[in-house]
């Protein structure tokens, strides 16, 4: 079984930059597929970006592509989301998770195709 622990959420001002981690132990996520999902205040938790694991397939949210991107250092057992001109929209409890292997385009966001959810970490965007 596999944990997963987020973290660096914060605090930051719109167009500002932040990094997340998403850190596991237990067992190797080096051949795991992982997403990252957000949820903001009284909303249904969204897809934010999902990696299979070899950089084959990247699925990056609408809401979000050109400002996120996501990337592994196999090495640390850690996923990464980069985060770049954050907005207030971006206000949310940021989750990583174990995901599907074989998906493609929006099937690698359901969140039901996850498991081994992290405890989140959040991130405050504002003025």
């Known amino acids: 079984q596999v944990q997963l622990v987020e973290s660096g959420g914060g605090l930051v001002q719109p167009g500002d930059s932040l990094r997340l981690s998403c850190a596991a132990s237990g067992r190797t996520i080096s051949t795991s597929a992982v997403g990252w999902f957000r949820q903001a205040p009284g909303k249904e938790r969204d897809f934010v970006a999902y990696?299979?694991?070899?950089?084959?397939?990247?699925v990056i949210a609408d809401s979000v592509r050109g400002r996120f991107s996501i990337s592994r250092d196999n090495a640390k057992n850690t996923v990464y989301l980069q985060m770049s001109n954050l907005k207030v929209d971006d206000t949310a409890v940021y989750y990583c998770?174990?995901?599907?292997?074989?998906?493609?385009?929006?099937?690698?966001?359901?969140?039901?195709?996850?498991?081994?959810w992290g405890q989140g970490t959040q991130v405050t965007v504002s003025s």
């Open positions: 998770a174990v995901g599907p292997y074989y998906c493609s385009g929006a099937r690698c966001g359901e969140s039901g195709r996850y498991n081994y």
């Open positions: 990696d299979k694991n070899d950089g084959g397939v990247i």
